[in-house]
């Protein structure tokens, strides 16, 4: 049963723009904490961004503060990445993860999260 499906990854110049959505067709995802995490090719995969359930808090990565933008919209069951700014350094996969949460609970780590979507792939080149 898919818990977490992403999609709006693809191909994007340096400097340009992607908006990612998550959107999870058997949870309520109100219930559950949000992250982003990315995989690079070769590398490990780390976090990139955290959302609390009530949508008030959030947390990111340095190297991305600043650029991305994580919100929800627990009506549509879905968190959104926004993407701006897009460096070659950006390119991997990015997955959805989420982790049933106190309302304000806002940290991310991966070995806790319960559900991960399959990855959606975002290539930053010229």
């Known amino acids: 049963q898919v818990q977490l499906v992403e999609s709006g990854g693809g191909s994007v110049q340096p400097g340009g723009s992607l908006r990612l959505s998550c959107v999870a067709p058997?949870?309520?995802?109100?219930?559950?904490?949000v992250g982003w995490f990315r995989q690079a090719p070769g590398k490990e995969r780390v976090a990139v961004a955290c959302i609390d359930r009530s949508g008030r808090n959030t947390a990111y990565v340095g190297a991305v503060r600043g650029r991305f933008t994580i919100s929800r919209d627990n009506a549509q069951n879905t968190v959104y990445l926004q993407m701006n700014s897009l460096e070659a350094e950006d390119t991997a996969v990015y997955y959805c993860?989420?982790?049933?949460?106190?309302?304000?609970?806002?940290?991310?780590?991966?070995?806790?999260?319960?559900?991960w979507g399959r990855g959606t792939l975002v290539t930053v080149s010229s």
């Open positions: 993860t989420a982790a049933r949460a106190r309302l304000f609970d806002v940290a991310c780590p991966r070995d806790t999260m319960e559900f």
């Open positions: 058997s949870l309520i995802l109100d219930d559950y904490k």
